[in-house]
């Protein structure tokens, strides 16, 4: 069993985080896709746009106090327990959506599934993040995201399907598909072992090297492996000594920058939902329609192809995250991002005035939500996970990933809620505002935003430390060297 176990662990650990984001990336698409459906909308008497905008959101709510309830318990109950938790509660929300008849049971169901999606959503990038090695740990990050672009994609064609039929179960059959995603994951986390990170965190020093033996299953060296053991001892006790672990030291500017990196992760978190990513991903149908100029039919076809295309964009940070860097790609990619949303607001205004180049601009805006979406991909979408993950402290990993985590639910809500009436009252000024927030995100990373590409979770402490005396003391300069690191290969996490 232990060999069977160290064959698998890594891929099983990918294999679940990589079902957490598909059915992220499931739930994301399922209520964009279905709201302008005759099924839906028979069965819930026709919501209006700020009542669609109130169904749709209101699973972020339940998402941000489920991270909020992760960060005062996650940590004490372990990566593994806290997705498994997370998991049983989507189920049940996942239920109760598909058995509704009335809108206050439907918005129960999207509150429960967001709560238990809220503590996956949290835990998940964590996991990966302690398991993965430190030289492709983004790339790890970049497949669990294209797992989560195919769930959209997969949704929005499921709903394209069913999008000529008028009885519920056209829209039923949808939501109940998601527990096809959620039950693998809890039979999956029988075989995962528990973060060796966590382990020595809470006192389980051997268990943790037994992990990492492994983990690394004989790739490496017994040497290289107490290296890193003994290197993440190092920073446990780095850590202690400094008092980081305590819900005040999240926000105490330590010897080693704990608010800084909190902020930092939080930021990184609310950029990305604040750009309008979501206002696009959900409400593409509702854009092409209102916004674009298309017919019901063809809106709903160009949701799917916009899905398709995001998720073969997500491919393309593969190759580069690990090598580029996370500070490059956000900084060029949010600046597509930015001049697309002002180009897209100069174009649904000739489609709102009814101009002479009003067709070409219909085209035109359609094309620019696809190089939005692309440049989201390309180098916002895995950054933004992987990265609060490697700029935390290891004693306060999980409750500040779960704060961070928050911050994007809260955020996500806000863009959600309020899109349809935007474009319903304001029209192609909504773009503007997406522009102009895109654009604001740019100095800020540049001036405050380390690089992190490359450099085990471990040194993240150092980087933060800077010149100070303890945290670049004894301990830290125990760690051994980076020539022994490297002749430790890819399989050292």
Known sequence: MAKLRGNTLLAAVTTVTALGFLQIGFDIGLMGGLVNERAFNDTFDSPSPTMLGFIVSIMEVGAFFGSITNSIFGESLGRKKSIAIGVVIMIIGSLLQASSYQRAQ???????????????????????????PKATRGLYVCMQLTTLNFGTLLVYWVDYGFSSHVESYAWRVPVILQCVFLIPMLLLLLIVDETPRWLAAHDRQTDALDVLHRLNNGKVSDAAVVAVYEDILQTVAVEKAMGAGSWKDLLRNDKIQTQRRLFIACGIQMFQQLGGINAIIYYSGTIFQKSVGFSPNMSSLMSGFLQTWMFIA???????IDRVGRRRLLLSMITIMAAVMAVQSALVRQIELETSIARVSGIAAAAMLFVFEGAFTIGFQATVWVYPAEILP?????????????????????????????????????YIIFAILNALWVP?????????????????????????????????????????????????A
């Open 394 to 430: 290891l004693r306060l990993r999980q409750r500040g990933s779960a704060i961070s985590t928050a911050a994007n639910w809260i955020c996500n809500y806000i863009i959600v809620q309020v899109t349809l009436p935007a474009i319903s009252n304001i029209g192609w000024k909504t």
């Open 314 to 320: 997500s491919f393309i940070p593969w190759l580069l």
């Open 106 to 132: 439907l918005v129960v169901g999207r509150i429960v599934t967001g709560f238990g999606l809220g503590i996956v959503n949290s835990t998940t990038p964590v996991m990966q993040a302690e398991f993965s």
């Open 444 to 492: 800020i990373i540049y001036f405050f935003f380390p690089e992190t590409k490359g450099m085990q979770l471990e040194d993240v402490d150092r980087l933060f430390g800077g010149e100070d005396e303890l945290a670049t003391g004894e301990l830290f300069d125990a760690k051994v060297t980076p020539t022994e690191i490297e002749m430790a290969g890819p399989g050292i």
